[in-house]
């Protein structure tokens, strides 16, 4: 117990070579002989550190500074090389694949581009033809016309007579307003005031286009029948006029509402009131009402 009592504690210069200093350089000794063992040549890193050194590069040999690299070492090096060799290799491989897309997208740009301006060409050139056509028609046609301006109203109004409303139409439209009175007024009444109408809703620019005169002249005989039929129903008596309103609106309810708009106020009301009389009508008239409102 004395001899326990009397021990000495350590220095700090003890403390730190048995504490510090030995398991360090332990561990050092131990990590550079694995190192050297895996092919790091460690013993030559350190003899080449050392050979600086004054006095200490005597005691080291040249052979451990210039001793050559390990078979390890050598193997590892070269997969090294051969993996960075594989690397460049698809590097390129993918830059050329990449250039080559750049190049197909530019050529496909580029044959865009000229689809673009060839159809931008091709329209041009169709948009002058269409111009061309129209206007050697209306030069036609200004010309068969003045042949008709030439003659005497009595002579041309019969052969005009003859023609569709559209050819009829077209010829007129060009002709100056003395000369194409002096021609209706020696047609029929009836034929003049269709082909008065005609011109009325048609305008000049349309005069070379038959459809359109075609689509003016449905318009007008529609119109017309839409009149006629208003006429008629409005001679019925009202309970007669009712159902026929009826039976029309199921049938075509945009043709009934023109033919009610087309009566006077008063038959209208009295139509309208013949439909409300009956409850299971009552609804329609509601609705044919609202039609005319909106119409």
């Avoid at 090096?77 to 051969?82: A, G, I, P, S």
């Avoid at 496909?108 to 033809?129: F, P």
């Avoid at 077209?170 to 021609?183: D, F, G, H, N, W």
């Amino acid at each position: 117990m004395e001899e326990i009592a009397e021990e000495r504690s350590y220095s700090r210069l003890e403390w730190f070579f048995y504490i510090i200093f030995i398991p360090l350089l332990f561990t050092l000794v131990l990590s550079a002989i694995i190192a050297q063992m895996f092919g790091y040549n460690v013993v030559g890193v350190l003899a080449k550190e050392l050979n600086q050194i004054p006095v200490i590069e005597k005691l080291i040999p040249d052979a451990a500074i210039d001793r050559p690299p390990s078979e390890k070492e050598e193997v590892k090096t070269d997969k090294k090389d051969v993996t960075v060799a594989d690397l460049k290799t698809q590097l390129a491989v993918k830059e050329r694949e990449v250039n080559e897309l750049k190049k197909k997208a530019e050529l496909e740009e580029q044959k865009a581009k000229r689809l673009q301006q060839q159809t931008q060409i091709q329209q041009g050139d169709a948009k002058v033809s269409q111009e061309q056509m129209n206007e050697e028609k209306q030069k036609q046609i200004k010309n068969l016309a003045k042949v008709y301006t030439t003659m005497s109203a009595g002579k041309a109004a019969p052969i005009m007579e003859k023609m569709s409303p559209e050819e009829a139409g077209q010829l007129l439209l060009v002709m100056k307003p003395e000369e194409r009175s002096a021609i209706m007024a020696k047609m029929d009444p009836k034929t003049a005031a269709d082909l008065t109408l005609l011109l009325k809703e048609t305008s000049q620019a349309d005069s070379n286009d038959p459809g359109v005169l075609q689509q003016r002249l449905l318009e007008l005989k529609y119109n017309a029948s839409i009149r006629e039929l208003a006429a008629s129903i409005s001679s019925m008596q009202p309970t007669n006029a009712a159902n026929l309103i009826e039976r029309l609106f199921t049938s075509d309810e945009r043709k009934a509402v023109l033919v009610l708009s087309q009566m006077e106020a008063g038959q209208r009301g009295q139509i309208l009131s013949k439909l409300a009389e009956n409850k299971s009508r009552a609804a329609l008239a509601a609705k044919i009402s609202q039609k005319l409102l909106t119409n």
